[in-house]
């Protein structure tokens, strides 16, 4: 789900692209904010570790935006690599949770497939 998510995200985003760059990027926001709460929401109730720094990573990027919101005088260098460097963390982030994942599973479909240990011969 976390991954359907983070696709729309970049797609929407790039679909939704303000070209007036001194200003926030609205659009931009309002995808970041929907993805921040569906990220929350799996945060909460997933008995994972991944999910809660994810959602964590995501919400500094739409702080990101907040910052440069409450803030004009933020430089825009310094709010759009803000927004990619928590980008990468959230990235990252989803890759060792997705990896982590498969390898569990992985591994109890292993051993549920040769059965326990002591009743093989």
């Not at 931009?28 to 945060?43: E, M, P, R, S």
């Not at 803030?71 to 982590?100: C, E, P």
């Amino acid at each position: 789900m976390a991954v359907i998510g983070l696709t729309l995200n970049v797609v929407l985003t790039r679909i939704m692209r303000d070209y007036s760059w001194p200003e926030v990027q609205w659009a931009a926001f309002a995808v970041d904010l929907a993805f921040t709460g569906l990220l929350f929401v799996i945060a909460l109730r997933s008995r994972k570790f991944w999910p809660m720094p994810a959602a964590a990573f995501q919400f500094l990027v739409t702080l990101m935006h907040v910052a440069k919101l409450v803030d004009h005088h933020v430089a825009q260098w310094a709010y759009m690599s803000g927004i990619v460097i928590w980008s990468y963390a959230l990235a990252i982030t989803l890759a060792v949770g997705i990896w982590n994942t498969w390898r569990a599973e992985r591994h109890v479909a292993g051993a549920v497939f040769f059965g326990p240990a002591d009743t093989r011969r």
